[in-house]
Every structure is written in C-alpha cells, then in structure tokens.
C-alpha cells in the first residue's frame, strides 16, 4: 500500500516515535533501513510462531509504504518487495507536489 497521510499525526505515530522499539512474545517493532530511508518492521506472533510481517517506510515525511506478508513471507521477502518500489522517484513527486 502507498499512502498520503496528509501528516496525519496518527498515521505517522510510528515515526515520530523513531526510538520506540519493543520485543515481547507477541512480536516485535524495530527501527530499519530500506531503500535509503527511515522504516519500521514490525513482527507479529502467536504461539511463538509469525503470523504477520510489516515493512513501513516513509518517504518525504508524508508517503506511507507500507509492505504486509504472511506467515509464509520472510522479512527479507517483504523488504524486497518493498523496495521494487521506486521511493527515490516517489520522493520526488512528493517534494515537487509541496512545492506547487
């Protein structure tokens, strides 16, 4: 999913909590790098096992990408998928758009 989040501060709490990181039985968020920006991967359990893994990345403080897979999905095949996305180029679309 892309999204605008229009700065919606809801939308955008992950980020503004950048060093909020947490690990428990029931999953995990951590601070990331993908494609040369800030992210947050979040991890999802039950019973020990995961169920779910998100790759969310914000692009120019406003573009919410957000990649989801499920128990069968690596991190490192969401990260993936992830940056097949060209962020770089949404970035600049996002920034020529401020400026109009």
């Known amino acids: 999913r892309i999204m605008d989040t ?9 980020f503004v909590m950048m060093a909020m990181e947490y690990d428990g039985p029931d999953g995990s968020m951590k601070n990331a790098e ?4 800030q992210a947050k991967v979040v991890v999802e ?13 914000l692009v120019s403080e406003r573009i919410l ?4 897979g499920n128990e069968f999905a690596t991190l490192d095949d969401v ?10 180029k949404l970035a600049a ?8």
Not at 79 to 88: C, F, H, P, Q, R
């Open 6 to 14: 229009g700065f919606s501060q809801f939308l955008l709490m992950p």
């Open 45 to 57: 359990k039950e019973d020990g096992k995961v169920t779910e893994t998100q790759v969310m990345v």
């Open 65 to 68: 990408v957000n990649g989801e």
């Open 79 to 88: 990260k993936a998928y992830v940056e097949k996305i060209d962020l770089k």
């Open 34 to 37: 993908v494609g040369g920006l």
């Open 93 to 100: 679309l996002a920034a020529k758009q401020k400026a109009e």
